[in-house]
């Protein structure tokens, strides 16, 4: 199969770019594993270097989005910035890009600065605990979230209705697939390999690509998708060589 880039493309990844060139600011990317969407929230639409990322756990504190006192070493306590002030100020005050992985993770105190921090631009602000000066964030400040939720409804709605634009992206980026071999590059595009329902993700098949050089196929496939699904999936590319 041939990566025509139109219709291999993807309608989503499509939306992506379209969404972003346009200046919306403020973006949810959801679906499947290993399609993207934190690489693309990372660089896509932002210049290099500026983006921040948050990644949310159940423990994650408010101290690790806006900054936390740390010991300067002479005794005395210092600010620290977190990396949702650090994508406010970013460029000189300009603001940069703050991505929040696995939003759907975020609660409790960490959910309500999230929502602080990603209030628009003009009601945001927040206090240097430091200097005691007000911080806003730059007029170029933006967000992307990620998540693997397929429901947005389970996204507290404070949070979700900051976020106007909500992208489902279901297929990996044509420039994620093109890294690997070229027989596999089909296969990854599609997300499964022969008559397996079972999706498989990216980053399996970097991972096979990778193994498969050292090891060779038959011993790449066991260590990545197991015995018995990894001779499927041998078989599959086998026949997808021939044809
Ligand atoms: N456009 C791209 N160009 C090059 N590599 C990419 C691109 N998109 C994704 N990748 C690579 O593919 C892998 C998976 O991407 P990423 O981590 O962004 O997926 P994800 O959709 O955020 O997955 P998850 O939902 O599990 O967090 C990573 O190794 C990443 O570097
Ligand atoms: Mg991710």
């Not at 973006?27 to 948050?54: D, M, S």
């Not at 911080?135 to 400040?141: C, D, H, N, S, Y």
């Not at 690997?180 to 599609?190: F, G, I, Q, W």
């Not at 397996?196 to 066991?222: C, K, N, P, V, W």
Request: contains cysteine; aromatic residues 6%; negative net charge.
């Amino acid at each position: 199969m041939i990566l025509e880039e139109q219709d291999e493309m993807g309608q989503c990844w499509r939306d992506v770019a379209d969404v972003l060139a346009a200046g919306i600011d403020r973006l949810v990317l959801y679906g499947p594993p290993g399609t993207g969407k934190t690489y693309a929230a990372l660089h896509f639409g932002v210049a290099v270097g500026v983006a921040e990322r948050l990644v949310c756990t159940e423990d994650l504190t408010t101290g690790e989005i806006t900054g936390t006192w740390m010991p300067a070493g002479d005794g005395t306590w210092r600010w620290r910035e977190g990396p949702a002030i650090r994508a406010w100020t970013a460029r000189g005050g300009r603001g940069g890009r703050l991505v929040v992985d696995e939003v759907d993770r975020a609660s409790g105190d960490a959910l309500s600065t999230l929502l602080a921090m990603t209030d628009s631009i003009d009601s945001a602000r927040w206090r240097n605990p430091e200097t005691g000066s007000w911080v806003t964030p730059g007029p170029e400040f933006s967000v992307v979230m990620t998540t693997n939720v397929e429901d947005l409804d389970e996204l507290p709605s404070a949070l979700r209705d900051r976020f106007a634009v909500q992208l489902r992206v279901d297929r990996p980026h044509l420039d994620a697939v093109a890294l690997l071999s070229e027989d596999l590059r089909a296969p990854a595009l599609a997300g499964s390999i022969g008559e397996e329902a079972r999706r498989i993700s990216l980053r399996s098949f970097y991972a096979f690509d990778q193994l498969r050089l050292h090891y060779g196929a038959t011993r790449a496939a066991q260590l990545v998708f197991g015995d018995v699904r990894g001779s499927g999936v041998l078989d599959a590319l086998r026949v997808a060589a021939l044809s």
